[in-house]
């Protein structure tokens, strides 16, 4: 089973993931490389009057290693990425329920790009890192209108990010699903609209 954010707080979506480049500096998430492993050995062997001090590491870029002056997108996000949400699910029933972990500044319903209809997630935005954090750990991995619905820190909303990216206009994951969601809409879209199409050739043939 994959860890929940609830457990790995800091790591970013997979929505986030998979639109920023790789190059980014998410060391923190992954095995230290050997470029940085060999630049803090060579810190080591340097003479002690040359050794830069933890206190002083902690708020100053390495010299050795030009990306640590780039700054961790995450690190101070206020905003999550929520989803798994039941298109009848309100934005005043998110509201009540995350506002328990902090005064929120802007809620934005994820809507189908044709229809304007809510497709199943939300981006809320908090005033404080530390609420977003609260807000993972806490209502992450719960329940609203019977579904567990997941948390994910993310960068923070943009115009245009509110509609789904999927061909029919929802979500992606919503166009090719071949189980029935009642709170998603039934089967996937795609799947549906192949189903429809059997069943009116067959029709026709009786």
């Known amino acids: 089973m994959p860890l929940s954010t609830v457990e790995r707080l800091d790591k970013p979506s997979a929505y986030y993931l998979g639109k920023v480049s790789p190059l980014l500096p998410l060391l923190h998430l992954l095995r230290i490389p ?26 100053e870029p390495d010299a050795d290693d030009p990306n640590e002056e780039e700054s ?16 009848y699910t309100t934005e005043e029933q998110i509201h009540e329920l995350f506002a328990k972990c902090g005064e929120i500044k802007r809620l934005v319903m994820g809507l189908d790009r ?3 209809t809510p497709c199943g997630f939300c981006f809320v935005e908090y005033y404080s890192h530390a609420d977003a954090l609260a807000c993972m750990k806490y209502i992450g991995g719960t329940k609203l209108d019977e579904r567990v619905i997941r948390t994910d ?9 509110q509609y789904g990216r999927g061909k029919s206009g929802g ?24 189903r429809a199409k059997e069943e009116e050739e067959y029709g026709k043939g009786r």
């Open 114 to 116: 044709f229809t304007k």
């Open 72 to 87: 961790d997108p995450l690190r101070d996000a206020t905003t999550l990425y929520v989803g798994n949400l039941s298109f």
């Open 153 to 161: 820190l993310d960068p923070g909303f943009v115009e245009g990010r």
């Open 34 to 59: 050997t470029n940085v492993q060999q630049s803090k050995k060579r810190q080591y062997n340097r003479r002690p009057a040359e050794r830069r001090s933890p206190q002083r590491d902690a708020h």
């Open 171 to 194: 979500q992606v994951r919503d166009e090719y699903r071949d189980e029935y969601d009642a709170g998603r809409g039934g089967y996937g879209r795609a799947i549906a609209e192949e």
